[in-house]
Antibody
């Protein structure tokens, strides 16, 4: 079974750093892009960025460029999303998802991790 | 930047009835569109990709259509587990993936 398992919920203070993880299993992890998606409380889905674990090529949405860093360690089938200085507005659920290229230009995000809740509060 | 607009924001439907959800792209995206379902407290899951191809394990009561700028997700004979939020997503412009704001399907 193809699966992405994310790290657990985190509570941090503004200004603190944080790194959350997403571990893949059931497929060859290095060869599939992993995307990160933010969902603020009661809001919709926002694509943040994506990484190719084999060479750590990372691309970012302009809205998140410079705000977060996406990395990966293919030796342990894990992708990461990190902040150097959290803000209260970073409070959200964060999902990772595997990008699947289905042929003829079609693609999909499948599967998704279960989500990591990040709460930033003083 | 391509903007995805979903309508309506909320759709009230009785169990057993059908539902039609719309998604409009600000520029043509061909068939580069996917639909996702998010049940309360759960991660999203893919229903449709390539505008009309059902993902593995998705029941036949879900169908997608459209191309260019106008897309539709149809759900026939709604079951209790179908009451959820549905998002469309385009992937026409590497490396950008944009979601619509979502349509909530609620019990009437």
């Amino acid at each position: 079974e193809v699966q992405l398992v994310q790290s657990g919920a985190e509570v941090r203070k503004p200004g603190e750093s944080l790194k959350i993880s997403c571990q893949g299993s059931g497929y060859y992890f290095p060869n599939s892009w992993i995307a990160w998606v933010r969902q603020m409380p009661g809001k919709g889905l926002e694509w943040m960025g994506i990484i190719y674990p084999d060479d750590s090529d990372a691309r970012y949405s302009p809205s998140f460029e410079g705000q977060v860093t996406i990395s990966a360690d293919k030796s342990i089938n894990t992708a990461y999303l990190q902040w150097s200085s959290l803000k209260a507005s970073d409070t959200a659920m964060y999902f990772c998802a595997r990008r699947v290229q289905a042929g003829y230009g079609s693609e999909l995000f499948d599967p998704w991790g279960q989500g990591t809740l990040v709460i930033v509060s003083s | 930047e391509i903007v995805m607009t979903q309508s309506p924001a909320t759709l009230s439907v009785s169990p057993g009835e059908s539902a039609t959800l719309s998604c409009r792209a600000s520029h043509s995206i061909g068939s580069n569109l996917a639909w996702y379902q998010q049940r309360p407290g759960q991660a999203p899951r893919v229903l449709i990709y390539g505008a009309s191809t059902r993902a593995t394990g998705i029941p036949a009561r879900f169908s997608g259509s459209g191309s260019g700028t106008e897309f539709t997700l149809s759900i026939s004979s709604l079951q209790s587990e179908d009451f959820a939020i549905y998002y469309c997503q385009h992937y026409n412009h590497w490396p950008t993936w944009t979601f619509g704001q979502g349509t909530k399907v609620e019990i009437k």
